[in-house]
């Protein structure tokens, strides 16, 4: 799955917890005051519970925490790990949002969408596998979308003889797709998910929807003026790999895992077009150098700034080790033609396997996704799925069936990756504010009777609502 500069549009969120059986609805806009028992004993409370920090932000309490894990859900006497939490309590008379990134968590305070929208608590849980939560020694055949659901489950289970209101799964991107695997097998859990921009990779052969989708984003001019800086990378590859060679050397790069500097220059190259369209906007193609005209200095510096020359080093690669293993175990990854590269490339698109030591053993299992797909056409309850216009990942998208209820799929227009449900069209916008209210339990009545006027119940906060924008390793959501 292919990127390159990625918001953690999943906002590293967190849980929360707060407040007395008798909390009244005044105390939902602010965090409540220590009576008789203290949050975070009743956070530690639970058996496996420990505190790394806590950490202070007005209006709410904010932990980092561990939680002990079975390494195999379905053998939990086979070993333990502790997997990290983080919870940004709000009071426990409000709904509580679960988010997932699919990856590491972050461990600043910050708020999804969702959790601005209701105004509540959120936990935010470290995926299995990324570091420091990894069982040790790692069975990489324990990495896999059940047993990720499975420790989400333990997580809930736990935390919701405190939070005893409302549940909503979120995510983006890849934790997006995390939330939608944890309502699959988990679906009584949650009473409700809204899931940002998660590709949905049926059958990973059969990739001819990303194909369609770069012959019509943007414009034709946007879109050759693109296909030729990544073509010209391709023609000057024996100076710009100079250039490339130079900066691997300065910062200490290897390229155990994926065989070669030479492999590593193409795999970021062609990963060019679509880390454009994933994460910039039509209106930044006036920033993409014209290829005729530009210096190898300028073609370089362009491929950088987008896809990111670190990415397929070893050093870059390590961090997202446990994502490259479940694309080419479970999750599936494009591979798109580029036919304006014809006679240039000598690997194309490759696969995850290249991007995992090979001590770690692989086997791709395709009936994975299909299950998941078909249980959502056919069962999916009170599931909201954004995604943005001009995002590539959007090219495959889960699809609510008839039989389904209360689901519903919305595309913000000229969005990218960051697509969310403010960029929506406004009466788009209103549907699924209104859902996520009502799915929470906390819809005023005049949203009840008009849907149109849905708002989120909190104001916009600049630090805790910020989007995280981190370069990040190409091929991935």
């Not at 849980?15 to 965090?31: C, K, L, R």
């Not at 309490?61 to 390494?71: A, I, K, M, S």
């Not at 077009?273 to 150098?289: E, H, K, N, R, T």
Request: net charge neutral; hydrophobic share 35%; glycine share 6%.
């Amino acid at each position: 799955m292919r990127k390159a500069l990625r918001w953690l549009l999943s906002l590293v969120v967190l849980i929360g917890t707060m407040s007395a059986a008798g909390a009244t609805a005044s105390a939902a806009t602010a965090a409540e005051p220590t009576a008789g028992t203290d949050i975070k004993d009743r956070i530690l409370a639970i058996e496996g519970m420990s505190l790394i920090e806590e950490k202070p932000y007005p209006g709410y309490r904010y932990f980092v925490l561990n939680y002990t894990q079975p390494v195999d859900h379905r053998h939990p006497d086979k070993g333990t790990f502790k997997q990290r939490i983080t919870l940004l309590h709000k009071d426990t008379s409000r709904p509580t949002v679960f988010f997932t990134s699919g990856y590491n968590v972050s461990t600043t305070p910050r708020r999804s969408e969702p959790t601005a929208i209701i105004d509540g608590n959120q936990v935010s849980l470290e995926y299995r596998f990324f570091t420091p939560s990894r069982p040790d020694p790692a069975n990489w055949s324990k990495l896999d979308i059940w047993q990720a659901a499975s420790d989400q489950h333990r997580v809930f289970t736990a935390l919701k003889k405190i939070y005893t209101k409302k549940w909503l799964a979120t995510g983006a991107s890849k934790g997006g797709m995390t939330a939608t695997y944890f309502e699959r097998y988990y679906p009584r859990d949650m009473d409700g998910v809204v899931a940002y921009v998660a590709p949905n990779d049926v059958v990973n052969k059969e990739d001819s929807a990303y194909d369609r989708f770069f012959e019509k984003v943007g414009t034709k001019e946007c879109r050759d003026k693109l296909n030729a800086v990544q073509r010209e990378a391709l023609v000057r590859r024996e100076p710009l790999e100079a250039k490339y060679q130079a900066y691997a050397t300065a910062e200490g790069y290897t390229f155990k895992t994926v065989g070669s500097l030479d492999k590593a220059y193409e795999a970021v190259v062609l990963d060019y077009v679509w880390a454009f369209w994933q994460y910039s906007l039509l209106a930044d193609c006036g920033s993409i150098p014209v290829a005729a005209t530009a210096g190898d200095q300028e073609i370089y510096d362009s491929i950088d700034a987008i896809s990111g020359f670190s990415a397929y080093t070893d050093q870059g690669l390590e961090t997202y080790t446990p994502y490259y293993y479940q694309a080419g175990t479970e999750l599936g990854s494009p591979d798109i033609k580029q036919p304006h590269l014809s006679g240039l490339t000598r690997y194309g698109y490759q696969p995850p396997r290249n991007f995992v030591p090979r001590d770690i053993p692989m086997r791709f299992k395709p009936w994975v996704m299909r299950d998941v797909d078909t249980w959502v056409r056919h069962n999916a309850n009170q599931m909201l799925f954004v995604y943005g216009e001009n995002d590539p990942w959007g090219s495959e998208q889960f699809r609510p069936g008839s039989g389904t209820r209360d689901s519903h799929v919305y595309v913000a227009p000229g969005a990218n990756h960051g697509a969310n449900v403010a960029r929506l069209v406004p009466d788009q916008k209103a549907a699924a504010t209104a859902a996520i209210l009502k799915w929470a339990g906390v819809a005023p009545a005049a949203v009840q009777q008009d849907e149109a006027k849905a708002k989120p119940l909190t104001t916009y906060d600049a630090k805790l609502d910020k989007r995280d924008i981190e370069r990040e390793p190409a091929l991935r959501p």
